[in-house]
């Protein structure tokens, strides 16, 4: 694979959020809501608190051995499982639900990122050492955002009717897709291998967090990743005395409401807390906790419990509580000895509103990274740019922008009537001083008659664009196919595209490229162009 890069601002590309853009130029507003910048002092100070905080690292250990025990790991992988006992060894973690077959590109990318960003570090600190993991967020229950992947713009969509933690769910149903799959990209020179690997991680699987395990232990054992699925009794033990608080005194309900209040004068908030932030989780039943004529009560169920009742079923069960986004990454964090977040724009949000929680659970905040972003432009596409005059830069403009730009820059006709507009004010000027010498009143007449006959200008000069655009159709069709295909539905690459295409043409080279590829701290847009 030759490909080539070339770094925008995230803010050039118009697809990301204020707050996140404001958070990218450390905006003085938002600076009270992390703890440590996106620089290597803000990486020592992270590893400086901590240091100081008591994880249970044999705790984390046994939890991973016994997760990995059926399966065949990588030898970086288990260096990485052992390391995590070494009080000098810390955590780089990205997060996600598990998508079937990844989901989009991005559960890709923010992986390699991880990786790059731990590797990074082992080496600028020598006397430590960092692993990458991914936080499986398998007790989402949200099938309808993980239970579907897009292939050429096609929704391909798991048909079953399980409910509960997705990752919990039986894979049945999932060989019609990869039937699918195989009847596209068998031809494809990686196209059998990977038919193969989704075979066997998701039909040979007691569930899709077992299935997501192997898949990502295959794709990524190589670079040590170790996947941790938090769907674990011994590591949700360590929880219970803040779950208590979040189900009697409602403590985060109350902390990250009263930091809410400011945040939103701002923007948008991401996630609202509830009074009680907490789901119950048994069998396939995945449903929030409320608090309704005195008893607790699971949302959609039968399913109550009176104050001592729920004591004695959070002490003996923890593993049934499952914790919602307000409470995931305090969980995160508290098992893992973690110094750095890597999430998207939408995580990043929703983090910036946690800072206030981890301060008073005295969990050390992690430096929060925005995940690395690509746009993937193959060289058929670049010619067809080139063919339009467009730069990789251009491409991020809308489509009527972009036509705009092309018709002024090659058109030999007059197509501006601005010169036209300044001789038509000085025209009106002088009437104006002409009829305000006979009457002052006359003058705001005057002014309206050069307002509307600059509108009509303004509506002739817009005529005339569309009338030259029509004689330059061929550039319009060819602008519409780059930008469908580089943008599929009107969005980013990698919030729709899978990496399914890529892997059958590439293999594993695919992944190598988005790693070469991959920043650290440099919080920068990635367009990799594909040359001959």
């Known amino acids: 694979m030759n490909f080539t890069a070339q770094r925008v601002p995230y803010q050039q590309t118009g697809y990301f959020s204020r707050i996140i853009t404001d958070y990218l130029n450390g905006n003085d507003f938002l600076k009270n809501y992390y703890e440590h910048p996106v620089s290597f002092s803000g990486i020592e100070a992270a590893i400086n608190q901590r240091e100081r905080f008591p994880t249970d690292r044999s705790l984390l250990v046994k939890s991973l051995e016994t997760q990995y025990t059926d399966l065949a790991i ?8 052992e390391s995590l006992s070494d009080k000098n060894t810390f955590t780089v973690t990205t997060a996600h639900q598990p998508a079937i077959f990844t989901g989009n590109l991005y559960f890709i990318y923010k992986i390699l990122h991880t990786v790059k960003i731990a590797k990074t570090l082992s080496v600028s600190y020598p006397d430590r050492y960092f692993v990458p993991v991914f936080f499986m967020g398998s007790e989402d229950a949200d099938l309808d955002e993980l ?25 049945e149903g999932l060989e019609k897709i ?11 020179p990686f196209g059998p291998e990977l038919i193969n690997l989704l075979k066997d991680c998701y039909l040979h699987s007691e569930n899709i967090q077992q299935a997501t395990l192997k898949l990502l232990n295959h794709l990524f054992g190589s670079y040590g990743l170790i996947v941790l699925i938090p769907d674990n009794r011994l590591l949700k033990s360590v929880m219970r005395g803040i779950f208590r608080d979040d189900l009697t005194t409602h403590l985060p309900f109350e902390i990250t409401g009263n930091n809410l209040e400011h945040l939103s004068t701002q923007y948008p908030i991401q996630a609202n807390p509830r009074e009680i932030n907490l789901f119950y989780l048994k069998d396939n039943i995945r449903e929030r906790l409320e608090i309704k004529d005195g008893r607790y009560s699971v949302n959609n169920t039968n399913i109550h419990f009176s104050s001592e009742e729920m004591e004695k079923e959070l002490a003996g069960f923890p593993e049934r509580f499952s914790p919602n986004v307000i409470l995931r990454g305090l969980y ?8 750095v977040f890597v999430g998207g724009g939408g995580e990043m949000s929703y983090w910036l509103e946690l800072k206030p929680l981890f301060k008073h659970y005295g969990v050390p905040y992690p430096v929060l990274i925005l995940r690395d972003s690509f746009l993937l432009i193959k060289k058929n596409w670049k010619a067809k740019m080139e063919k339009a005059g467009l730069s990789s830069e251009d491409v991020f403009k809308p489509e009527e922008k972009l036509m705009e730009d092309f018709i002024r820059h090659h058109s030999d006709r007059q197509l501006s009537l601005t010169s036209q507009m300044a001789d038509l004010h000085v025209f009106y000027c002088n009437i104006k001083n002409i009829s305000g010498t006979v009457d002052k009143t006359l003058e705001q007449h005057v002014d309206k008659l050069e307002s509307q006959a600059l509108q009509k200008l303004e509506e002739l000069e817009k005529k005339i664009l569309r009338a030259e655009k029509k004689n330059h159709e061929d550039v319009r069709r060819m602008i519409h196919e780059i930008r469908e295909a580089l943008f599929p539905m009107e969005s980013l690459q990698e919030r729709i595209d899978n990496f399914i ?12 490229l988005i790693y070469q590829h991959s920043l650290t701290l440099e919080q920068e847009f990635v367009i990799l162009e594909e040359i001959s």
């Open 74 to 81: 990588e030898d970086a992988v288990k260096k990485n499982i």
């Open 147 to 171: 239970g579907n992947i897009y292939l050429d713009n096609e929704k391909l969509v798991w048909d079953t009717k399980q409910t509960g933690a997705v990752g919990r769910m039986r894979t």
């Open 178 to 188: 990869i039937d699918r799959i195989e009847g596209e990209f068998a031809v494809d």
């Open 332 to 339: 995160q964090d508290t098992i893992l000895p973690n110094i």
């Open 501 to 512: 295409p890529w892997y059958a043409e590439y293999g594993k080279a695919f992944l190598e």
